[in-house]
């Protein structure tokens, strides 16, 4: 077992990393929580593959589980889901003393997050993270919410969860496209904070989940600790993510995944530093070497107007003023501000 503090003040809290940690979801949980009741809330994927399992354990533990599955995707991260679970946790009679287990990706984790964030004031959450992406980023935070029509994660609340429960075992069920696109932030990870990530990448002919969790998640927690309400230091887990978040909204969220638009942001933020002088070729080269390895896109098509107006929606547009983050070498990271013309400026140089 590899434990990994979050060691906030008020709301600190353990991730737990272990293979086939789900069978003893009961016992950790019992000993984070007073709740005896649990809403295990997943997806329509997750669900059918690993709630039996949890559940088990939960009443193995002395819990009464009630389960219920929401239809799995993005487009089911909105109000509409999170008052679908309000009413059926009413339904079972469930009180601020009772706890919620999020059991999925980053939309179950998010939504069942925010369920538990507002229900009654807040109720206990424990997340058990099953995608690449939600192991290494989203279940560790505290960050919760759901989309609105105008645009990603715009209804949402702080919720540190009472701890986070990983296990490597649940991506061999993971579909391919979804392990690159979590790999991605892997490479952002290792670019920011840790090149033995990078390394490991470079060289390994399987990546080896039982290091690059932990060490992943050593870098999120800390970023946290330093920053729980993300105006400082945890903005460094935006590289890539600027223009990423362009791509990705100018292919109207369905041209690319999450992780390809990331995959392709980190490369051309590279490029940008190149223009700018600040670096030269090596790291880039090293990076579109990687990430072709990992069968992720270094490029992405984009029209300079379609990638302003994206721009223009993110909602990390404060102002006009943009936060790209630079990475000059693996470890070497630094928040950025300027104009979305002077970014577009920028990026269109490189192209
Ligand atoms: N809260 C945060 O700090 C934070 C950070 C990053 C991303 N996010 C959010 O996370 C979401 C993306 O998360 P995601 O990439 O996990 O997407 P997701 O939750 O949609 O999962 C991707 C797909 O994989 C399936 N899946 C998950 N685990 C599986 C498994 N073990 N086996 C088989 N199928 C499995 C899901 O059902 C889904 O169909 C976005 O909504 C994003 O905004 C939040
Ligand atoms: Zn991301």
New binding site residues.
Partial sequence: MTTIPVALTANGYQIRVERGILSQAGEEIAAVTKARRAALIS????GP??ASKVKESLEKAGFTVHTVNFP???AN?TDATLHMLYDVLLSWGMTRGDAVVAL???????TA?YAAATLFRGMDCIQI???L??QV??SV?G???V?LPQG??LLGAFHQPRAVLVDPE??D???QR?IR??LAEVVKYGLLSDESILDHLEQAQQPDYGFLLPACLSIKARLVVEDERDTGERRLLNFGHTLGHGYEAAGGYTACT?GEAVAAGMVDMLKIEEAQGLIGPELRLRVEALLEKLGLPTHMDCGREALSAALGRDKKNQGKAMHPVYVTAPGKAYVASMSREELLALWEKTR
């Fill in positions: 997806d329509s994927q997750v593959l690993y799995a995707g993005e991260k999925g990706g980053g939309v179950v984790g998010d997050g993270p099953t995608s992406m939600a980023d989203s935070g960050k919760t919410g989309d990603k994660n649940c991506l069920t993971l579909p979804e696109g979590g999450h």
